[in-house]
């Protein structure tokens, strides 16, 4: 569902862009995890002309990504920032709240955040800590409840639906 999951995110990247009157091609965008989807978002990000900011301290150990830069400076530098890690509860990769306050205080006044990876990564009272970010969701902290207060929140939500697409269905099926 990569293929699915990047068109998503380049949608929602270019309809924000526009709803903000931003040329989408000066934005920087921070991709945190370098995995299947967000290795291949950052490619189709740069052939369409994007800066790409990439944070996976995981797989920068294993040296498996040469650019890594800290999630911090991720955070601080870009003007979009997408998530694309797995549901990890503990030890030292844990993803749980990865994004917390103090990294999401970070992302510039007027920036973009969009969670597509899990809901986890990120809890609601840290997306409602920053009205001044808008927020792009896919997932939610206590899927499938969504609260009031995030609903009213948030700029661009969907029902966990970023990775549906025939392709990634069809490839699904395949593996199995």
Not at 22 to 31: E, N
Not at 39 to 61: E, F, I
Not at 140 to 155: G, M
């Amino acid at each position: 569902n990569a293929w699915a999951v990047t068109d998503y995110v380049l949608a929602t990247l270019k309809r924000w862009a526009a709803f903000r009157g931003l040329d989408v091609t000066t934005l920087i965008l921070g991709i945190i995890g370098a995995g299947h989807v967000g290795g291949l978002l950052t490619r189709r990000a740069r052939a369409l002309g994007l800066t790409c900011l990439v944070s996976d301290a995981p797989k920068a150990r294993q040296g498996l990504c040469s650019e890594h830069q800290p999630i911090d400076v991720v955070m601080a530098q870009s003007d979009v920032v997408t998530v694309h890690v797995p549901r990890i509860d503990s030890g030292p990769d844990c993803t749980t709240d990865l994004i917390d306050s103090t990294q999401l205080s970070r992302l510039s006044s007027g920036g973009l955040l969009i969670n597509t990876s899990r809901g986890s990564v990120i809890s609601e009272s840290t997306l409602l800590s920053r009205t001044d970010v808008d927020l792009a969701l896919d997932v939610f902290p206590d899927e499938p409840y969504i609260s009031r207060p995030l609903l009213e929140r948030t700029w661009q939500m969907s029902p966990h639906i970023a990775g549906h697409s025939v392709e990634g269905k069809l490839n699904g099926t395949q593996t199995i």
